[in-house]
């Protein structure tokens, strides 16, 4: 579903910018082992991801060669010699030279696990 440009999938919220939002709704008490009486829970959430590296032109037939199409952020975080690229219109810049890229995918999967903070 989308809504003021986020998109929600059933407790998970991905903004336009990329980022995401886990919305953990716990129906009973729950006590976990090992966790003291009185404190506040902490839940760590990470999302898996694959690393391809690619060599190409231009970030953006990186993610082609990978039949990838749309934003960067969103889609796919694209890097170049270490740094991110971060906006489309970087993502556009070609050279006459192949350079190997960075792509990072999202398996499409979210991992939650208790802070031990």
Do not use: W
């Amino acid at each position: 579903m989308m809504s003021n440009g986020n998109m929600r999938f059933r407790g998970i919220k991905v903004e336009p910018d990329g980022n995401r939002h886990v919305d953990l709704r716990l129906k009973h008490k729950v006590h976990p082992k090992g966790a003291p009486t009185g404190k506040t829970l902490i839940i760590n959430a990470h999302e898996e991801t694959v690393v391809k590296a690619v060599t190409a032109t231009s970030g953006r037939k990186a993610m082609e060669s990978l039949g990838l199409t749309g934003s960067v952020g969103i889609d796919a975080t694209v890097f170049k010699g270490g740094s991110e690229i971060t906006s489309d219109t970087a993502l556009e810049r070609s050279s006459s030279v192949t350079e190997t890229y960075k792509v990072v995918l999202s398996e499409g999967s979210f991992v939650l696990s208790r802070s031990r903070g």
